[in-house]
């Protein structure tokens, strides 16, 4: 998965809980994202990151909270977690050589209960 | 209207079938295509990279953009059950870090 690192894998959430999803990079890429995909609906932009210390929202921000003090982490925080977050979330590199390309990790399911 | 339109699926062929998936999009500022393969419980990956109108071959695999018709296909050919997922494309204009993404069609190839 390109150097992409996501966990965990699967987890299961109450209503109200909060947990953080993990992505780490070993390719020193600067640009970084987080997609939900639900079923049939595509990938959503969640929010994204064009270098450490800065992230800016996607489409689909409420509900989430991203940080990224250093190149290599970009978490993703969920504060209280509600059932429609129930989702798959992906987090992503761009590569700009070649004309610009994105990297998909492994994903983590999610599901609030 | 969506900025990418993409037929959900379900597509199924049997083995050795030429398959053609498709997406349309509104955008005329969308110049760089992609197609991405996604098994199932699996991230997506880049399977081709178009840039512009024209025809892209990779083994089995022809992807082919009309600017004109805004519309970019997919071809498989001599499909094999292996090749059974679900095809996502996606488009970008110059900011080419901003991907768009269609639904995704799901094949499936039966032996």
């Known amino acids: 998965n390109a150097g992409v690192t996501q966990t965990p894998k699967f987890r299961i959430l109450k209503i109200g809980q909060s947990m953080t999803l993990q992505c780490t990079q070993d390719m020193n890429h600067n640009y970084m994202y987080w997609y939900r995909q639900d079923p049939g609906m595509g990938l959503k932009l969640i929010y994204y990151s064009v270098g450490a210390g800065i992230t800016d929202k996607g489409e689909v921000p409420n509900g989430y909270n991203v940080s990224r003090s250093t190149t290599e982490d970009f978490p993703l925080r969920l504060e209280l977690a509600a059932p429609s977050q129930t989702s798959v979330y992906f987090c992503?590199?761009?590569?700009?050589?070649?004309?610009?390309?994105?990297?998909f990790g492994p994903g983590t399911r999610l599901t609030v209960l | 209207q969506k900025e990418v339109e993409q037929d959900p699926g379900p597509l199924s062929v049997p083995e050795g079938a030429i398959v053609s998936l498709n997406c349309t999009y509104s955008?005329?500022?969308?110049?760089?295509f992609m197609w991405y393969r996604q098994y199932s419980r699996k991230g997506p990956e880049l399977l081709m990279y178009t840039y512009s109108s024209g025809n892209k071959e990779d083994g089995r695999f022809t992807a082919q953009v009309d600017k004109s018709s805004k519309y970019i296909s997919l071809f498989i050919r001599d499909s094999q059950p292996s090749d059974s997922a679900t095809y996502l494309c996606a488009m970008s204009g110059t900011n080419t870090d901003k991907l768009i993404f269609g639904t995704g069609t799901r094949l499936q190839v039966f032996p």
């Open positions: 955008n005329s500022a969308f110049q760089y």
């Open positions: 992503a590199l761009y590569a700009a050589s070649g004309g610009g390309k994105q990297f």
